[in-house]
């Protein structure tokens, strides 16, 4: 899906913002997408390499289904090479070891619908890796999953063609994007840019999918004022009502030696989040300091209280204060 034939046996893949063109014999940046005698494959259609169960707040969403269980499938590659990937060993897979065949269980649509349907759960989460470089078979199970009542969650990079996310958005029920930085951030550690991303963060919500923002702080990286604040107002400016996530950095691939960026940092960027006038900000990563909470924003009133991914607590009902009867923003009941 998503390519087109050019000149000299080439294809231009249009799935991501790298907008690769692909000679005969060779693969995309993702290492995932080839040109086999001028026709574009996917190699890791039903090629499943993880699949779990996970609670819908380790995505992370919190104003989506919460409390709710998520079957979590993903394929190796990535349109990506950040250096703290906490999931390189699959998602730089096909990269840094080309010669190897493309490995993973061999699953259909139908099977991991089942599997959903079976595990009772109420999404299905393309995650874990990039789910636009899998989009063939994401979206064969999206469109199967919705007809069986089950929704649909990207856990994404953001960085896709607007093509590609209106393919998808009306199986779509969720998408949890990741706004890194700004594009110098991109530019050195993801080797992408920063405006593609926010492109589909606009696009997504214009398309009625629910969306949440999550920005992984990286002590010396990401953390400064200005960065913090820019990414901010943009998710405001979009609309205050996103949940923004804050999260915890700690050392993983080529990071190894940098720390893990203090809580103090986590409950700063929480605080120019809501000074941006963002409603709902979140902590990452850090369970039990409670920067999990959400509150009201027009009565301030506890209304959710969760540690890690659990809720131990929840004192809306339908998504509304149980105190000032002002409706929450998400999406709180299950089909
Ligand atoms: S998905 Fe992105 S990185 Fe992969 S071939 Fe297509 S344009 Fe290139």
């Known amino acids: 899906m998503l390519y087109e034939k050019l000149e000299g046996g080439k294809v231009g893949c249009l799935l991501c913002a790298h907008r690769c063109v692909i000679k005969p014999g060779r693969r995309g940046i993702c290492a995932v997408r080839e040109n086999i005698d001028g026709t574009l494959y996917s190699l890791v259609y ?20 919460p409390g709710s269980r998520s ?20 998602s730089q897979f096909p990269r840094e ?5 493309i490995p993973g269980e061999e699953l259909t649509p139908q099977a991991v619908v089942d599997m959903a ?37 990207f856990v994404s990079n953001g960085f896709m063609t607007p093509e590609s996310a209106r393919l998808i958005a009306p199986y779509l029920d969720a998408n949890n994007i990741d706004l890194k930085g700004d594009n110098e951030f991109y530019k050195k550690i993801c080797h992408a840019k920063v405006e593609p991303v926010k492109e589909t963060i606009k696009l997504m919500k214009e ?3 629910w969306v949440e923002v999550t920005t992984l702080i990286i002590p010396g990286y990401n953390d400064s004022e200005g960065i913090l604040k820019d ?6 400016s979009v609309d205050p009502s996103i949940p923004w996530h804050v999260t915890q950095f700690y050392p993983a ?12 940092t986590l409950r700063w960027a929480r605080e120019l989040g809501f000074q ?10 850090v369970p039990g300091e409670g920067g999990e909470n959400t509150y009201c924003p027009s009565c301030k009133e506890l209304l959710v209280r969760r540690i890690g991914f659990s809720i131990v607590e929840n004192r809306m009902r339908n998504g509304v204060c149980f105190k000032c009867g002002v409706h929450q923003a998400g999406r709180w009941e299950y089909q």
């Open 46 to 65: 039903g090629r499943i390499i993880s699949v779990n169960i996970d609670p819908i707040e380790k995505k992370p969403l919190f104003h989506f289904l």
């Open 71 to 90: 079957l979590s499938i993903a394929t190796v590659g990535c349109n990506f090479r950040c250096e703290y990937c906490q999931n390189y060993e699959i």
């Open 97 to 101: 070891r080309p010669a190897v065949a």
């Open 117 to 153: 349907v079976r595990g009772e759960c109420e999404s299905i989460s393309y995650t874990y890796t990039e789910p636009t470089i899998f989009f063939e078979f994401a979206y064969d199970c999206a469109r199967l999953a919705h007809e069986k009542g089950v929704s649909n969650v």
């Open 207 to 209: 398309l009625g999918v």
């Open 231 to 236: 990414i901010a107002d943009f998710i405001a």
């Open 253 to 264: 691939y080529k990071l190894l030696d940098k720390p893990r960026t203090p809580v103090e």
């Open 276 to 285: 941006a006038g963002l409603k709902y900000v979140y902590e990452g990563n």
